[in-house]
């Protein structure tokens, strides 16, 4: 009988220690895993990075900037994407991943646009990652025909290496050399507008003098230009008009 007694009460015992050891083992995994507790992960996008990072450290959170990209129209250093994204649900400790715009201009290889047309070596710059600067007439048999490119008044060679986004002055044919064009009208338009008008008259853009303060020289106007516009006015194919600009 005390044999069954004693039994019974290890039995209990034994019973009671398991218990125990499995609501410890549940306190301690849900007190490791925060079982039930999360926290909302900030929108971090379009923040400076530095920024980023104090909000995620103050929220108890990591973070891993793994990835990197170029966007000349974005803040530089600011966060592009984030994961996970913005408003998840995440526990505490989680790392998030961040994609960067670089502050570095990467480089890339001006294409060889010689002997193309003015069309297509805009293309080819442009699928380059880089944009066209002025465009330059000079006497030469083959109109529109990209005769040389410089940069910074600097001739380069095709395959040099640029950071992306830089302009590449064209340099081009004229055509026959004794070509004579209509004189355009540049009054009331914008520089761009006036170099796109000469451009199509195989004409160039001179010197562009501002006349009083231009606070925004895209929208500064041409009030003045010479050789002055007159009705019926003709002038050589490549040469140059100077520009009288006032905002």
Do not use: W
């Amino acid at each position: 009988m005390n044999f069954f007694k004693i039994l019974g009460v290890n039995f209990i015992l034994i019973a009671l220690v398991v218990i125990g050891v499995f609501m410890g083992a549940s306190f301690l995994l849900n007190s490791y895993t925060r079982h039930g507790d999360s926290l909302t992960v900030p929108d971090l996008r379009g923040l400076n990075v530095n920024d980023a990072i104090h909000l995620l450290e103050d929220k108890k959170l990591r973070y891993l900037v793994s990835d990197s990209l170029y966007f000349e129209d974005k803040p530089k250093l600011s966060v592009l994407e984030q994961n996970p994204a913005a408003n998840s649900n995440v526990k505490e400790g989680r790392c998030i991943y961040l994609t960067i715009n670089t502050n570095q201009i990467p480089t890339v290889a001006i294409p060889d646009v010689l002997d193309a047309s003015y069309r297509q070596a805009e293309a080819m710059l442009k699928n380059a990652g880089l944009k066209v600067g002025n465009i330059i007439y000079k006497p030469d048999f083959a109109k529109d025909v990209v005769l040389e490119i410089s940069h910074l008044n600097t001739k380069i060679l095709p395959g040099t290496k640029i950071g992306k986004g830089t302009a590449i002055d064209l340099i081009l044919g004229t055509g026959l050399t004794n070509e004579v064009v209509d004189l355009p009208n540049l009054i009331g338009l914008t520089i761009d507008e006036a170099r796109n008008l000469l451009h199509s008259s195989s004409l160039n853009i001179g010197s562009i003098v501002a006349l009083g303060g231009i606070s925004d020289s895209t929208t500064a106007k041409v009030v003045r230009q010479n050789p002055a516009f007159t009705e019926g006015a003709t002038i050589n194919g490549g040469q140059s008009v100077d520009l009288f600009i006032k905002q």
